[in-house]
């Protein structure tokens, strides 16, 4: 009996044993196809449109046909200034291509890139001769082996701006480009092969002379696109290979990158004008020395008497050792390496408020800025009078306040329109106070000797091993 169970108990046995083989291949069978189709999920949800259109190289002629001019007559333009987000024009998406969301780095300006995975491999068309109403121009996403009828692809990397400001006043322009060179700076240097502007999604042909200048030595040569078509917009739709937006000014870019990118902008100027990139190739005797550069302008905001204010600082300058001060009239610096030179060789500018001051960015980090307004400005102008202070500290420079000529009461036409009265008072000459001015001088000269003793070892170090910009 007990050799029956015995026996009985080792057939179970082997029995089930036979079935083991069985049952592990089709287990692993199973977990195989399951990660098959996983990957395939995922191959398809991420293959890029292009991918696909390779695969379809096999599928026949009619059909791949059909599929293109489905993808083609899907393309649809949207206004590239979008009215409804009119009071919010500058904020989020802005209004101009407004379906687009930004991508968004640490420390770095807001920026749109096609093609990306973002824009699912499709690339940026854009329909924009229209000059004067950016409602009427339009853009649109296309994949390169399906554009828009008629459209032309213009090869290489296109730089496109669009600023609620403009191209031609210094500053305004030089705020507009700065993001470029910041995402240029961190993806290897790439240079743009064009640039396509717009104000508020009008055309713009043209940027200012000086901004054009600064951006050819960072980039090489400078060529803004035209659009062929009518003032309503229409005609051929350009599509660009590759293509970075940007819409938001500097945006969000942080201090330290902001730091990075002007000097990158001074080094380059330094060197497109033939100077040291370091600024230490001056003209004047030695490192130690303290360069002031009255820096004056004629007509709106200049000085009522500026014999009196170069005297007052004429006479601070002869005061402390070392003090070398030029007075320079800033509608005689006649070219833009003029004025890289003249601010290169510039440890404190002296000036009245106007677009000569944004020279400073080629000053060297650290030196100092004095800025003079007329009558009216404190009281009138808004938050538009400290782009100055702004700008001293993106470039790393000291702005050490400024003096506004005191309004005892309006005088102007209509003093309880605030807009009117200061524009009344908008370009009006600058007068001075010689004991204020005096003192205030000689704090500055004091200060930044003192900064150039102490620090002057270190300095020369840092400048030697600074010859070399960024890109």
């Known amino acids: ?36 189709l996983l990957t395939l999920s995922h191959f398809y949800s991420s293959a890029s449109p292009s991918y696909l259109f390779r695969k379809w190289q096999g599928v026949p002629s009619s059909k791949n046909d059909d599929l293109t001019s489905k993808l ?70 296309a994949w390169p082996e399906a554009l828009p009828e008629a459209a032309e692809l213009t090869k290489g990397l296109t730089f496109v701006s669009d600023s609620y400001y403009d191209y031609v ?165 006649t070219t833009f390496c003029d004025q890289v030179r003249t601010m290169t060789e510039t440890d404190i500018v002296a000036s009245p408020h106007g677009a000569q001051l944004t020279n400073m960015l080629f000053m060297d980090r650290g030196s100092s800025v004095m800025e003079f307004f007329p009558k009216g400005w404190f009281e009138l102008a808004g938050i538009g009078q400290y782009v100055f202070h702004w700008m001293a500290d993106q470039s790393g420079l000291i702005h050490q306040g400024a003096w506004w000529e005191p309004m005892a009461k309006k005088e102007c036409p209509s003093p309880d329109n605030e807009l009117e009265c200061f524009f009344f008072y908008k370009d009006g000459q600058v007068g001075h106070n010689e004991t204020y001015f005096g003192e205030w001088a000689r704090r500055v000269l004091n200060q930044v000797r003192d900064s150039k003793v102490e620090g002057h070892g270190k300095r020369m170090k840092i400048k030697a091993d600074s010859n070399a910009c960024t890109c």
């Open 169 to 333: 006043n210094l500053w305004h322009g030089l705020t507009a480009m700065a993001p470029f060179v910041g995402w240029s700076m961190k993806n290897g240097c790439l240079r743009p092969s064009r640039w396509v502007l717009f104000h508020w999604g009008e055309r713009r042909g043209k940027m200012g002379s000086w901004l054009q200048k600064l951006m050819e030595a960072n980039f090489g040569e400078v060529k803004i696109e035209g659009f062929e078509g009518d003032d309503e917009g229409g005609g051929k739709a350009q599509c660009f290979e590759k293509a970075v937006v940007m819409r938001h000014n500097v945006g969000s870019m942080g201090k330290e990158k902001e730091l990075q990118v002007f000097e990158q902008l001074r080094c380059r100027a330094r060197r497109y004008c033939g100077l040291n990139p370091a600024g230490k190739g001056r003209r004047e005797v030695d490192d130690a020395s303290i360069r002031l550069t009255l820096l004056l302008r004629r007509g709106s905001r200049s000085f009522k008497n500026a014999r009196a204010v170069t005297d007052v600082f004429a006479k601070e300058c002869a005061e402390v050792r070392g003090c070398v001060m030029k007075v320079v009239q800033s509608e005689e610096l």
């Open 72 to 141: 083609r007559d899907s393309v649809t333009f949207l206004p590239l200034k979008d009215l409804r987000f009119s009071k919010t024009a500058m904020e989020g998406n802005t209004w101009f291509m407004s379906s687009l969301t930004d991508t968004r780095d640490v420390n770095e300006s807001e920026y749109l890139y096609f093609p990306s995975q973002a824009s699912k491999g499709r690339i940026l068309c854009i329909q924009g001769s229209n000059d004067k109403d950016g409602t009427k121009n339009s853009y649109a996403l």
């Open 1 to 36: 009996m007990d050799e029956t169970k015995a026996s009985s108990k080792m057939f179970t046995k082997a029995k089930a044993s036979s079935h083991l083989p069985s049952i592990r291949i089709i287990s692993t069978a199973l977990v195989l196809l399951l990660l098959l």
